[in-house]
């Protein structure tokens, strides 16, 4: 790894982000129909690999379920309105319409509500009748409390989704989630994340988790770099957690962890990249949030955008642009990389002579970033 001088005193490893990086066509192409975006983790198979994240302004249970039944995973943020009111329409309306100014603290009244472990069960349990593949998320910090009531609403995919989530968390104040105990004695397959280093994914997947989040306050609707000065610029965070992929592989005797990007990719060229750098499935918000069914009605916003204490993100206009249908499967109205994500990744394949995601890893990558010629 090639470090640069910062000054005197310190040294950075150089890091890229999508724009710095591109593809490159090899010698060979296929016809896009012959081209499969299959995914399965666990005993779950998935027709894309693109999997919802959980947020407020994304995912409703009924959204969750239109995705599932396109072909993709729709996660449902359990700390989020649907499990604190009955009807949490009204409210996202609220926020939806509320000047900039007043946002923040409206916001932070309306999550005030505590979570229902009722709603979490009803909620759940209306994304099961449905028959799509059931997934919840909880932050790290609320999983000890409300674990149970998930596992008991009977859900196929436990999501432990913070900003950052480590396995050695250490507290002088209160016991900490044992992640690896916690895990081994759940009976449900667990993704949990973010981790943006080597050395932190590993970690994570020792404890048996069956997929890992990478990431760090990447998406459109977080401020983490300029309120915490932390950032992961995403290429090399997943290239980097795909090779502690590679070396758990071979340390635990052929268990497979999956590598999945969380944020920072709003445009179809983006989850492309993702998969190039090593991803086998990609979290995806803001690209989703523009969507006319989605919750948020054109706007996005995250946790970090009311937590009561230090703000992370704020509520950020992306427009309604096309409906759910038009951004997953097309056809484009645009040419900007907003819809028809699964032809985007599938002429992507074929035109670099894929067939299979996970080949697709393999692809050639070059640095090149945006405005350069060479």
């Given at each position: 790894?090639?470090?640069i ?11 890229y ?16 129909e012959?081209?499969?975006l299959?995914w ?14 959980p ?34 329409a ?19 009244q ?57 396995a ?20 449900v ?34 401020t ?6 932390i ?14 992929r ?7 005797g ?9 944020g ?6 983006d ?12 979290m ?30 704020e ?51 070059v ?8």
């Amino acid at each position: 790894m090639t470090e640069i001088d910062i000054g005197r005193g310190k040294r950075g490893r150089r890091a890229y982000s999508f724009d710095d990086i591109a593809i490159v066509p090899s010698r060979r192409t296929r016809d896009p129909e012959e081209v499969s975006l299959g995914w399965q983790i666990d005993a779950y198979h998935f027709d894309l690999p693109f999997i919802a994240a959980p947020m407020d302004s994304v995912m409703s249970p009924q959204t969750a379920i239109e995705f599932g039944r396109m072909g993709g995973l729709g996660v449902l943020d359990l700390e989020g309105l649907w499990t604190r009111y009955e009807d949490p329409a009204p409210l996202l309306a609220e926020i939806t319409t509320t000047d900039p100014h007043l946002v923040t603290g409206r916001m932070q009244q309306i999550y005030a509500e505590p979570i229902r472990a009722d709603l979490i069960s009803a909620r759940l349990a209306d994304m099961r009748a449905a028959g799509v593949t059931v997934a919840g998320a909880l932050s790290p910090q609320r999983t000890q409390e409300h674990w149970k009531t998930v596992i008991d609403a009977g859900v196929d995919l436990f999501v432990i989704r913070g900003t950052t989530v480590s396995a050695e968390h250490v507290s002088g104040r209160a016991e900490p989630l044992n992640l690896k105990r916690f895990i081994y004695e759940l009976d449900v397959p667990v993704i949990v994340g973010g981790a943006a280093t080597y050395t932190a994914a590993l970690h994570l997947m020792r404890t048996g988790a069956a997929g890992v989040l990478v990431g760090f306050g990447g998406g459109a609707a977080q401020t983490t770099r300029q309120t915490l000065g932390i950032h992961a610029p995403m290429a090399s965070a997943i290239a980097d957690v795909a090779a502690a992929r590679r070396d758990y592989l071979d340390e635990s005797g052929g268990r497979y962890v999956h590598v999945i990007p969380d944020g920072g990719m709003g445009r179809s060229g983006d989850v492309v990249k993702a998969i190039a750098c090593g991803a086998d499935a990609v979290m995806i918000g803001a690209a989703l949030a523009r969507a006319r069914e989605a919750p948020g009605r054109g706007f996005h916003w995250g946790s970090e955008a009311h937590h009561h204490e230090l703000l992370r993100g704020e509520r950020v206009h992306v427009g309604a642009l096309a409906s759910l249908a038009e951004i997953l499967h097309g056809p484009s109205r645009f040419a900007d990389g907003t819809t028809n994500f699964v032809g985007a990744l599938r002429r992507s394949m074929a035109t670099t002579g894929y067939l299979e995601v996970k080949e697709f890893q393999r692809v050639e990558v070059v640095v090149a970033p945006y405005g350069s010629d060479h």
